[in-house]
């Protein structure tokens, strides 16, 4: 059964970092692309970060870019999404996401319907 757990969240102040993981049981991350959303209260999800299967191409959102970087640790089936510089407009439930309709893709896009295997979220909340 494909499962994707995401840990990590919390509170954090303003100008803070942290580190989100998302963990896969159940099938092989690096073949496949994931993805990192956010979904903030009373707003649609919106793409955060995105990284193609086997070591292929990033992704970041405009809001993002340059904060935010997105890794994988194949040993650990994990892919991480670390977060320096926070702003209060990053609170929101993150998820991550698995494209696991598409097998060994070199390039991913911010689409929530390229995604198909979600996690359940983890709240980051930033505020001082």
């Known amino acids: 059964q494909l499962q994707l757990v995401e840990s990590g969240g919390g509170l954090v102040q303003p100008g803070g970092s942290l580190r989100l993981s998302c963990a896969a049981s159940?099938?092989?991350?690096?073949?496949?692309?994931i993805g990192w959303f956010r979904q903030a209260p009373g707003k649609e999800r919106e793409g955060v970060s995105c990284i193609a299967s086997r070591g292929g191409s990033t992704n970041y959102a405009d809001s993002v870019k340059g904060r935010f970087t997105i890794s994988r640790d194949n040993a650990k089936n994990t892919v991480y999404l670390q977060m320096n510089s926070l702003k209060p407009e990053d609170t929101a439930v993150y998820y991550c996401?698995?494209?696991?309709?598409?097998?060994?893709?070199?390039?991913?896009?911010?689409?929530?319907?390229?995604?198909?295997?979600w996690g359940q979220g983890t709240q980051v909340t930033v505020s001082s």
């Open positions: 159940g099938f092989t991350l690096d073949y496949y692309a």
């Open positions: 996401a698995a494209d696991v309709t598409t097998y060994f893709s070199r390039s991913c896009v911010l689409d929530l319907r390229d995604f198909d295997s």
